[in-house]
């Protein structure tokens, strides 16, 4: 079986990282584009949310491409994320395509659930091997997370424009290429190095805006069209709150070899004089988030949410008392396929505007006293 799965982001690269071990052959996707949210919202419900369009989207061109297995994330979820393997099989199906699915519950069955899945999708049964896996992916999600972070920093701070992406696109190969612990860990440090070698602007005045809301549109870079890249032009540290490492954290890895309380954790006990019930997806991160930033201090929030997301859409409406009550300004970006990049670029350059006068004014207050 030639198994592909959905690229979210820079997700891809653990996935791929865990079939290589197990010596499968598997399709990484061609890079989401404009063509696959077509050809996923072709075949999709309309008003379904933005990310399923996109899976759904990645599947059907990966299956054009020879994949004839379908890693799938399922979950029993309050939201639509409980129909997406459901719906997007049944559209496969109805296209004609004759595949083969493997779901991943991994709500319910955690490591264990992903042993099964890889070793149904590889036919590799070492159980040797699929932990090696398993471990592999986990610490590629971690590492792709500061490797980010890192990022982040140097693309706010360049003196040469588009250097530190280059920087970063180096470091992504290397943890792509790597296949063991230490090789990992050889490419994590190796990609901060380069990173710290991008030439910067001591002198530029860098404000710092964190970037919530539904999880797959906060971390893929096509249907947030580049969000992160677009702020760090405007001088922008981008302080990414929803990561999938708080995601694996949380759900994935056992609950032994967890010390402290996860992001999650701490962000739904922060949401609670906001919100007395979980709504399903990531709104009570989303607003855990942004009362955070208040209380940090931080110089603005961007809540990220896919039109017609059910759990944001909550989230965006409870927001306006966490803006009144902790004096944080709050940008809500609604995402669709109709998006279009201009208008959202406007956007973005008058909410940067206002969290830099409101920072300066905050500066003068402070002299003054
Ligand atoms: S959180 Fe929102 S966008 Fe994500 S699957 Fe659920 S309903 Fe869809």
């Known amino acids: 079986m ?8 820079n997700t891809y690269i653990a996935l791929a990282g865990a079939l290589k071990i197990l010596g499968a052959e598997f399709i990484i996707p061609p890079y989401t584009t404009k063509k696959t949210l077509n050809l996923g919202s072709k075949h999709s419900p309309e ?21 004839d297995g379908i890693l799938m994330i399922d979950s029993p979820g309050t939201c639509r994320l409980g129909q997406y393997s459901q719906s997007s099989r049944v559209a496969i199906r109805d296209i004609g395509y004759d595949v083969e699915f493997i779901n991943l519950d991994l709500y ?26 398993i471990n592999i992916a986990l610490i590629k999600i971690d590492m792709l997370d500061v490797l980010d972070e890192s990022y982040s920093y140097y693309r706010a701070r360049e003196s040469k424009k588009g250097s530190a992406k280059k920087a970063h696109s180096r470091a992504l190969k290397f943890l792509d290429d790597a296949m063991t612990v230490n090789e990992c860990k050889a490419a994590l440090k190796n990609g901060l190095e380069i990173l710290s070698n991008v030439s910067v602007d001591p002198g530029r005045e860098i404000l710092h805006i964190d970037l919530t809301g539904e999880i797959f549109v906060v971390i893929d870079q096509f249907s947030n069209m580049d969000i992160a890249d677009e702020l760090g032009r405007m001088g922008v540290q981008v302080h990414r709150k929803i990561k999938l490492s708080n995601w694996t954290n949380t759900f994935i890895k056992p609950t032994l070899t967890k010390f402290e309380d996860t992001h999650e954790g701490q962000m739904k006990t922060l949401a609670r004089d906001f919100i007395k019930r979980d709504v399903g997806g990531d709104a009570l991160e989303s607003i855990g988030d942004t009362i955070s930033a208040g209380n940090n201090k931080s110089d603005g929030v961007i809540h990220l949410l896919p039109f017609t997301c059910m759990p944001e859409i909550i989230s965006q409406n409870i927001l306006h008392n966490v803006t009144r009550e902790k004096d944080i ?3 809500s970006l609604i995402l669709d396929e109709f998006s279009g990049k201009a208008g959202f670029i ?24």
Do not use: W
Not at 50 to 67: F, M, R
Not at 109 to 133: H, S
């Open 2 to 9: 030639k198994v592909s799965f959905a690229h979210m982001g």
């Open 47 to 67: 008003v379904i949310c933005l990310p399923y369009k996109l899976v759904l989207g990645n599947y059907l061109e990966a299956i054009e491409a020879g994949a």
């Open 108 to 133: 319910k069955g955690k490591v264990f659930e992903l042993y099964q899945g890889f070793r149904k999708a590889t036919g590799n049964a070492n159980p040797i091997d699929l932990v090696r896996a």
């Open 329 to 331: 300004p709050v940008l």
């Open 346 to 369: 406007t956007r973005l350059e008058a909410f940067v505007d206002l969290a830099q006068r409101r920072k300066n004014l905050r500066t003068k207050t402070k002299i003054r006293s």
